[in-house]
């Protein structure tokens, strides 16, 4: 059971997307859906947010059933509502139309006992971008190789 910390990351989103941005929203939930996360049961691998009418949302997020909630359980992939003032939000739906990026939910965590979801304002990466990406990764690590061999 996690009262402070992460709770889950979308490790997927920093695979795909190059992170621009990030902000921190709250969760509109219901008492079994935060029992839920508590016990780390989320998974925000395929979720993004939207704008709609001044109002931010988040897809594609699950979570799953609190076991003992009985007729209390919500539906695990219904769209849920995200906290943020209304001037950041009109700024990030301002950015996101002309620039042509996208909201992606990044992790969750609590806060003070409050469930929180990091956004972040994302550009995509292309294919070339994840090869260049994976090749500076591998080169770190035969240089670290050769220092802790040097080492010995």
Known sequence: MITNGTVAQNKKAYHDYFVLE???AGIELFGTEVKSIREGRV????SWCSIDKGEIFVNGM????YEQGNIFNRDPMRVKR?????????????TIKQQGLTLIPLSVYFTKGRAKIKVG????????DKREVAAKK???RTI???IKEKMK
Not at 43 to 46: A, G, I, Q, S, Y
């Open 121 to 128: 304002l994302c550009k995509g990466k292309k294919l070339y």
């Open 144 to 146: 670290d190789r050769a």
């Open 62 to 65: 699950h979570i799953s059933p």
């Open 43 to 46: 998974n925000l691998k395929d």
């Open 82 to 94: 995200l906290l943020m003032h209304k001037k950041e939000i009109n700024r990030l739906y301002g």
């Open 22 to 24: 990030e902000y921190e």
């Open 138 to 140: 591998e080169a770190n």
